[in-house]
């Protein structure tokens, strides 16, 4: 059985939850909590040293552990075609990974980068993973710049389409469904200058994954 090790709360384990719901692959979850620092202790890094979740134990013969997103969804992909999420032709595959790629950089990583220089309760944790770094408080107002011109790129592109990538739902989506709500721990939210962004939330909304990985 696959097993994902998740915390509810974290948007990073909600693209992998998101994922598995599309493909409807049954799987083991197992809870992280993160806010009492489980992931720190002895027992969570004798199963994932990188400190971090989602951690998904494959159910291949040596139950490989994929330790960050981009490999669970190569695997999961590889292992689980149907339905399709990171592309069919050639440049199918190309935009997703490029939109898939920005989303995180532009997105995820700007949130993170806010919300991790900034929050007192990250002091000493402005990034993940098993070693402590030092909140740099000029990185929050970057990161926050980043956010909001990262809403304007979404809207822009999403102009006369229905999916951020190509003609069909993919792993872009995905990632930026999360992004924009993740955003929401900055107060940054899309707003009536993002029309585009909010007609495609709001469908995005409506696909039974998304109520089943809140």
Not at 140 to 161: I, K, S, Y
Not at 167 to 184: E, G, L, P, Y
Request: glycine share 4%.
């Amino acid at each position: 059985m696959i097993i994902l090790y998740d915390c509810a709360t974290a948007p990073s384990p909600r693209r992998a939850r998101i994922l598995l719901a599309e493909k409807g692959i049954a799987h083991e979850t197992v809870q992280v909590d993160l806010v009492r620092g489980e992931q720190m202790g002895e027992a969570y890094r004798a199963i994932n040293p990188q400190c971090t979740v989602p951690a998904l134990r494959t159910d291949d013969e040596d139950g490989l552990l994929l330790t960050d997103n981009a490999a669970i969804a190569a695997w999961l992909e590889a292992r689980y075609p149907q339905p399709p999420l990171m592309g069919i032709t050639p440049r199918e595959k190309a935009e997703i990974a490029s939109w898939n790629w920005r989303i995180e950089f532009e997105g995820l990583l700007a949130i993170a980068e806010t919300l991790r220089n900034s929050s007192p309760a990250m002091a000493d944790r402005a990034l993940p993973g098993p070693v402590n770094y030092a909140q740099i408080p000029e990185l929050a107002q970057r990161g926050l710049a980043r956010v909001q011109h990262f809403f304007d790129t979404l809207n822009e592109r999403l102009a006369g389409r229905d999916f951020i990538a190509t003609d069909r739902f993919s792993i872009a989506d995905i990632t930026a469904v999360v992004a924009v709500d993740f955003a929401r721990v900055v107060r940054v939210k899309p707003g009536e200058q993002h029309p585009e962004l909010l007609r495609w939330r709001a469908a995005m909304a409506q696909r039974p994954s998304m109520a089943m990985a809140r």
